[in-house]
């Protein structure tokens, strides 16, 4: 099964920081797809012989993606998040499964036991806040 990461950070001067979000698809074949969108814009693709090639593209770069994993970038990012709330179907705290995403600050999701009340997990948004 292909396996997504995804990274949050910040590029640029220091005075004036852009956040990016660098996201790594592995295909079930070890091919890399990596597509970095931020203060610029670019998709790799490695492959397992050790082949590479990369657009800096700002279009092309989440085309490349599309083309290489069948998803958007922001379709990877949702997949991801939804792969690590599966993983979370049990409530630390009391072991129960009724776990429900409620919207917590701005841009915030939080993954709450219905049973006690435990936050399970959270998401955040950036992009809903700026
Ligand atoms: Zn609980």
């Not at 956040?19 to 970095?36: A, L, P, W």
């Not at 490349?64 to 049990?90: I, V």
């Not at 776990?99 to 959270?122: R, T």
Request: charged content about 30%; proline content about 3%.
């Amino acid at each position: 099964m292909a396996n997504i990461k995804i990274k949050h950070g910040s590029e640029g001067p220091k005075w004036d920081p852009y956040g990016f979000t660098e996201i790594e698809f592995t295909k079930t074949d070890g091919t890399v797809v990596t597509y970095h969108g931020g203060l610029a814009e670019w998709c790799k693709v490695e492959y397992k012989d050790g082949k590479k090639y990369l657009i800096d593209n700002l279009e092309e770069s989440s085309i490349l993606f599309k083309l290489e994993t069948g998803l958007t970038p922001d379709e990877a990012e949702e997949w991801y998040y939804k792969m690590e709330a599966s993983k979370e179907k049990q409530c630390q705290e009391c072991g129960s499964r009724k776990l429900e995403w409620k919207s917590g600050y701005p841009g915030e999701e939080l993954l709450i036991c219905s049973k006690c009340g435990e936050v399970a997990n959270c998401h955040f948004d950036e992009s809903a806040v700026i």
